[in-house]
RNA sequence: GUGAGCGUAGCUCAGCUGGUGGUAGCACCGGGUUGUGGCCUCGGAGGUCGUGGGUUCAAGUCCCAUCGUUCACCCCA
């Protein structure tokens, strides 16, 4: 019986891995651009953490957390919460009012897997730690835009506002009332919604229910003067700062320590995942842990699978892996000796070279240059090795020139790759 | 947790109403080229048809169970 990676977990093959570094790279360039600093966090937090800023009730800690029973501990099912534990821990609001902060890292849930979705899956996470203005919202999210623009995927960006401890609370009862009194066309899911989490039932999928959501009493017609306010602004802002986003009065959030802003970066193919990066205003959440108290808080993640996938669902896109600069080919046991050192040479200064040990036919070794996509092979053969001189064909362009093996490593690096030598 | 679909070579898959598993494609190895990759050509290796039962003279094929997996619901990045 062989075994076989678990349930809902994956490995990332290198000729997938272009994707994932593409991903990295454009995120720590524009996090440069925007002032955000990475932050590496533990994945193991306490389980307490988690219940108590993603919310008791909630799907996510109610029956999806990988948690170890005895020791009270559970291994991260998103990264905000250890962000905002390690701010608090550190005391980080008396270094800079305002902290930037960004990590990525692999997140864990216990969820039945399926396309875009898995038990182990990566997020690449911003926050921004003390800041209230709108101005930051929008800023946040005219960031994501830029970010998703320059891996070259096309999603589209729906905000809404979920209010406050103020004006919530009210609404929240104006919903029910109006889901009690329509409670028969409801389906059963939202039946069950009502009580444990009426919002939800603005975003339920059903025909039935969407129809009459659309009726429903919204959220943003609910705000308190501040939410309104706020949200007015960020509206404000994204429009000086050209990001075009629709208004979705029906978009809720599965964590409990979001208000006012909400957003999502959405695309339609990636089957019934349709966000790739969500995130929101937390405002509350950080005096709630045990931080300062009116620490305000914004931020988003995204999900990098769901990038991938998506890039390579998009218009083809494909990265390509670079190739080795030189590949030796040594006939003989001798030629092989003589190779290793001067293989190690040019390692040395900075080319990726390659051999083989296995004293193979040069028609093996040639088809192993090309599958590495190697620029250069360098021939040596028992006769070379004698007279001193090598064989070095240009593989694109198939031609053949003698290279005296005394120059050395060093001037082989000059000939193949200038810029690299 | 619920529902549906699918498990045949490393990968992608044929395999009809049951009758000996495919010169299948890609990939891999070797020959054609006494020492030259990609293209071509010839050959080779690679499998207890997920597993366990059952029906049958006979099961990759039908039935049941089980495990795995995919998609969807729930929920979410």
């Known amino acids: 019986m062989k075994i076989k990676a678990i349930n809902g977990v994956k490995d990332i093959l290198s000729d997938e891995i272009v994707y994932w570094q593409k991903i990295e790279k454009t995120a720590r360039d524009i996090f440069r651009r925007f002032g955000i600093n990475e932050i590496r966090l533990p994945i193991l937090e306490k389980t307490e953490l988690f219940a108590r800023s993603i919310g008791e009730a909630t799907d996510i800690v109610e029956k999806e957390m990988y948690t170890f029973v005895d020791k009270g501990i559970t291994m991260r099912p998103e990264i905000t919460a250890s962000l905002l534990r390690a701010y608090v821990e550190h005391g980080l609001q008396v270094r800079q009012p305002i902290q930037r902060l960004f990590s990525i890292g692999p997140v864990f849930r216990h969820e039945r897997p399926q396309k875009g979705r898995q038990r182990q899956f990566h997020q690449v996470d911003v926050e921004v730690i003390g800041a209230q203005e709108p101005q930051v919202d929008a800023e946040l999210m005219a960031m994501g835009q830029m970010l998703l623009n320059e891996l070259n995927l096309d999603v589209s960006l729906e905000i809404n506002s979920l209010g406050c401890p103020e004006c919530r609370p009210d609404f929240r009862k104006k919903l029910i009332a109006y889901l009690h009194e329509r409670h028969d066309s409801l389906c059963d899911d939202c039946k069950r919604r009502i009580e444990k989490n009426p919002l939800r039932v603005l975003d339920c999928k059903q025909q039935g229910c969407r129809a009459m959501v659309q009726e429903a009493p919204s959220i943003v017609d609910n705000l308190c003067s501040a939410c309104e306010e706020h949200f007015a602004a960020v509206r404000k802002q994204l429009d000086r700062l050209e990001v075009s986003y629709t208004l979705n009065r029906f978009m809720v959030r599965g964590l409990d320590y979001y208000n006012r802003t909400t957003f999502e970066f959405l695309t339609t193919d990636l089957g019934a995942q349709a966000a790739v990066a969500a995130g929101g205003r937390y405002?509350?959440?950080?005096?709630?842990?045990?931080?300062?108290?009116?620490?305000?808080?914004?931020?988003?993640?995204?999900?990098?699978?769901?990038?991938?996938?998506?890039?390579?669902?998009?218009?083809?896109?494909?990265?390509?892996?670079?190739?080795?600069?030189?590949?030796?080919?040594?006939?003989?046991?001798?030629?092989?000796?003589?190779?290793?050192?001067?293989?190690?040479?040019?390692?040395?200064?900075?080319?990726?070279?390659?051999?083989?040990?296995?004293?193979?036919?040069?028609?093996?070794?040639?088809?192993?240059?090309?599958?590495?996509?190697?620029?250069?092979?360098?021939?040596?053969?028992e006769q070379e090795l004698e007279q001193g001189r090598g064989i070095l064909r240009n593989m694109d362009t198939q031609e053949q020139n003698e290279f005296s093996l005394q120059e050395g490593a060093a001037m082989l690096a000059e000939v193949i790759a200038p810029d690299k030598a």
């Open 283 to 381: 405002d509350g959440l950080v005096e709630q842990l045990g931080g300062p108290k009116n620490t305000p808080g914004i931020g988003f993640a995204m999900g990098m699978e769901r990038l991938c996938l998506l890039m390579q669902q998009q218009e083809g896109q494909q990265e390509e892996q670079g190739g080795a600069d030189i590949f030796i080919a040594a006939l003989g046991e001798q030629a092989i000796a003589f190779a290793a050192p001067f293989v190690h040479q040019l390692r040395k200064l900075g080319l990726q070279a390659a051999m083989d040990y296995s004293n193979r036919s040069l028609k093996a070794q040639m088809k192993q240059a090309g599958r590495l996509k190697a620029g250069f092979t360098l021939i040596i053969g």
